[in-house]
């Protein structure tokens, strides 16, 4: 649920999307480290060389994809660049048989079809007040911030031993190393911006990762996976409600297809029906 709002906080800041990510990493990259340091995991034992450069890299990817899936919002709607960015399982499943020889089965192919499918449906649908010259760069912008996550997503399954506390914490140090001599350093005027930037860094980073890496530990992997579809269902409600962006019966058939398809993949459906066998 914190998540769907992450795309109103990015908009209503008024700050450009360099400068919101920045900020992001400083406030969120403050409160991880006092995290880390009352869990005590500030000791380099936790982290070995190759570690942390398996980490930096990943933090390079999850920094670029904040950056170009705020930069969708804009042009695309929070909800078409948020069900967009969900094709990342596919993307993950692609980078592991290329990456890891990983085996594709016919059932994540199908699921991939209907996935496809579902792009078609939106991409051939403007949103309310969108140009189709921008309406396509925001599509575009999505799916490249689906293909860095999924980048991010395999580098850190190598990392299966390290605290994610400290994963995190990494990451949120990269972007600000990266992104430093990007950065405006406008102080905004407005409260509310301050307000924006301030939930991004401590609510959608720091609260939001302890959450999940807590849950992530408690629950099987089917189940964070399934509920991890409040996601885009948040997000489509709250771009509704904040911004009256209403989507097309194209738009959702596309949205619903793209989510059904995800979910089937992660839960492992088989489009066929299964025959009952006796014993």
Known sequence: LISGTIGWFVLVSGQAVV???FWRCVIGG???LLVCAALGLLRRELLSRR???LALVSGLAIVGNWLLLFSSYSKASIAISTAVYNVQPF???GLAALLLG???TLAKLAWLGVAFLGMLAIV???GDGATGENYLLGIALALGAALLYALAALIVKRLAGTPPHLIALVQLLTGILMLAPLASYQLPEQPQAWASLAALGILHTGVMYMLLYSAIQKLPTALTGALSFIYPIAAIFVDWL?????????QWLGVAAILLAAAGMQQGWSLRRRRLAAA
């Not at 904040?242 to 194209?250: N, V, Y």
């Open 242 to 250: 904040a911004f009256g962006h209403r989507l097309s019966p194209l």
């Open 102 to 104: 990983e085996r594709i």
């Open 30 to 32: 403050a409160m991880l």
């Open 91 to 93: 993307m993950l499943v």
């Open 124 to 126: 051939s649908a403007h």
């Open 19 to 21: 400068d919101v990510v």
């Open 51 to 53: 570690e942390l450069a």
